[in-house]
């Protein structure tokens, strides 16, 4: 039971500040382009900034994933 603790809360410490960070970043992109959720135009918008976050980020996954397997430290993604 106590290592299960220790696994729940050590993804916690590294996935949380990654998450954070994210958001962080997002909600900045948003402040830069003056994005208004009560119009139909600041949905879109909001929409564009988050589609184009998530492709980033999964890209960089996929490159970070690819790029372990080459130099021959696959790492999993079930943790």
Same mark, same amino acid.
């Given at each position: ?17 990654? &998450? #954070?960070? %994210? ?10 382009? @003056?994005?208004? $959720?009560?119009?139909? *135009?600041?949905?879109?918008?909001? &929409? #564009?900034? %988050? ?10 996954? @996929?490159?970070? $994933?690819?790029?372990? *397997? ?5 790492? #999993?993604?079930?943790?």
């Amino acid at each position: 039971m106590d290592m299960q603790l220790f696994h729940h809360l050590q993804l916690i410490f590294v996935v949380g500040p990654i &998450l #954070g960070l %994210l958001l962080v970043g997002f909600l900045v992109s948003l402040q830069s382009e @003056a994005v208004s $959720l009560s119009s139909p *135009q600041g949905i879109k918008r909001f &929409l #564009g900034h %988050l589609s184009r976050v998530l492709i980033r980020v999964f890209g960089y996954i @996929a490159g970070l $994933l690819a790029v372990q *397997q080459l130099v021959g430290f696959p790492i #999993g993604l079930a943790w």
